[in-house]
């Protein structure tokens, strides 16, 4: 019998803000361990918690680029659990209020479909500190910089349907966190993570079946293989009549499979009650207008901009705005040369090639966007080849920053002439040393064009445009 699988996502996102959820504590990642700690954030008696003003905003910023409804009345609720990592003994969450509800991501899949999968919640929480089991040999150690550390919880409905759409749908997200400069999504620093949710199911069957939850997946294409593997796992025990129960699961990357951690079973209560120290909040309209007001661009109006305004492939769109920083990056070329085109070939060609070959981020670019739009106006007026540009000046000109295109094309002797008169001496000069070629070229042997332009080329050092020459020696011949 023929399965599908049917997968939702949690993915934690952890807030780029300065100070913790609920405290001053600094929000920084690293430091000295236990460091970012004050009263409040060890839990001492008699403290408080604060609202975060920035984790609130960046909270409905997310929403609204997800398209959700933003809840107006929103309070937090206590998670009671007991573990090391957490001073309180409970976590801060909200259970009754999430402050975005519905919504939906449009994820692109690989055979250039598009598919709509709906967003259940985010809701807004604390993170806990960090144990340590491999720092000391006896005694497992805890740093509580990250308790405290603010996180929206995003939960999509089991709408995806294969590891790829799973894949597909957190580079989504981890595209647009970027974007709006909410979360840096770094999966293998932890500022971004996604826990998998994996059941089967007959083919045409409209229930579900038992899932399992795997946690700890610490990038993007581990929680592709980590579904992979255990969609094979569920089938093959479905399909031998075996049962299986619900389960939270870990993945082990470099064996590729998954493996049980706990059951479901044995799942805690975590007793949900309105948190007490933590005044409700409501939303107003003006609020969710302002922080419409600030939002970043984002990558689909970008996308759109980018293919319908500066009339780009699908491709190039695509590909410029999948990193936020190329995408300004290209947008400033833009500012100082409207051949758009030129200027995309330059950003996924030469740029990012160097940026490659170099390992480095398009942040840590040497070269202003002007100076790539200097070369591609020296092209453009027919003053320099594109193969000259690419292969001496461009390299030369990250050498030399301080220098101008111009200065370095004329440096290195690539400037090509214009000057009609001139290629026009070449012209005749080639033409009176081959008179039989010109002849057999005039009785239909086309083919000798190149030969004359071959020469003339030669003869003006490299410095003749091939695109003038080869139409002034069509002229002359004709
Ligand atoms: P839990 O209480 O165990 O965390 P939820 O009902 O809150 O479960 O769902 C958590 C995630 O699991 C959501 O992303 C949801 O879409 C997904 N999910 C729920 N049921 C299934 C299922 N049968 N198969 C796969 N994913 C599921
Ligand atoms: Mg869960």
């Known amino acids: 019998m023929p399965y599908e699988a049917v997968i939702g996502l949690e993915i934690h996102i952890q807030l780029l ?207 592709k293989r980590a579904i992979e593997s255990e969609v094979i796992r569920q089938t093959e025990m ?75 492939s699908d491709y190039d769109a695509l590909t410029i705005t999948d990193d936020k920083y190329l995408a300004e990056f290209y947008i400033s070329i833009t500012k100082h040369s409207q051949n758009y085109k030129a200027a995309a070939n330059w950003t996924l060609g030469a740029i990012k090639s160097h940026l490659n070959e170099t390992a480095t981020d398009i942040i840590n670019f040497k070269l202003n966007p002007s100076a790539i739009a200097d070369i591609i106006q020296l092209i453009d007026k027919g003053q320099l080849s594109n193969t000259a540009a690419a292969q001496l000046v461009f390299p030369e000109m990250l050498k030399s920053i301080d220098k101008s295109a111009l200065q370095i094309s004329e440096a290195l002797n690539v400037i090509q002439s214009n000057d009609t008169n001139f290629i026009g001496q070449l012209i005749q000069d080639v033409l009176s040393k081959y008179p039989e070629k010109v002849t057999e070229y005039k009785e239909g042997k086309k083919g000798l064009l190149g030969l004359f332009v071959g020469e003339v080329m030669k003869a003006s050092k490299g410095k003749a445009d091939p695109k003038m020459v080869n139409s002034e020696m069509i002229k002359a011949l004709e």
């Open 17 to 223: 803000t300065n100070s913790k959820a609920y405290s001053s504590d600094s929000a920084e990642y690293g430091g000295l361990p236990n460091t970012h700690v004050s009263a409040i954030t060890l839990a001492h008696p008699g403290t408080l918690p604060k609202h975060n003003k920035m984790v609130i905003e960046k909270a409905v910023t997310l929403g609204l680029a997800l398209n959700c409804e933003i809840t107006r009345f929103n309070q937090f609720d206590r998670k009671n659990y007991f573990y090391a990592d957490l001073p309180k003994g409970y976590q801060i969450t909200q259970d009754k209020t999430p402050i975005c509800r519905g919504g939906f991501v449009k994820v692109k899949l690989s055979d250039g479909s598009e598919k709509k999968i709906n967003i259940t919640r985010i809701h807004m929480e604390e993170d806990s500190g960090k144990s340590m089991h491999d720092q000391d040999l006896a005694d497992t150690l805890v740093d509580y910089n990250r308790a405290g550390v603010p996180l929206v919880e995003l939960v999509s409905e089991p709408e995806l349907r294969s590891a790829e759409e799973a894949y597909q749908y957190v580079s989504e997200i981890r595209k647009l966190v970027r974007y709006l400069g909410i979360c840096d999504g770094n999966m293998e620093e932890g500022s971004m993570r996604c826990d998998a949710n994996v059941s089967i199911r007959p083919i045409g069957s409209t229930e579900f079946g038992t899932k399992v939850e795997i946690k700890n997946m610490n990038s993007i294409s581990n929680v």
């Open 238 to 312: 479905t399909e031998k009549g075996e049962v299986f129960y619900s389960e939270t699961r870990g993945f082990n990357a470099l064996k590729g499979n998954t493996f049980s951690l706990r059951s479901k079973e044995a799942a805690n209560d975590y007793r949900y009650f309105p948190e007490p120290d933590l005044p409700p909040f409501v939303v107003s309209e003006e609020y969710i207008q302002k922080v419409k007001e600030v939002m970043p661009a984002l990558p689909e109006h970008l996308y759109l901009q980018l293919k319908n305004e500066f009339g780009l």
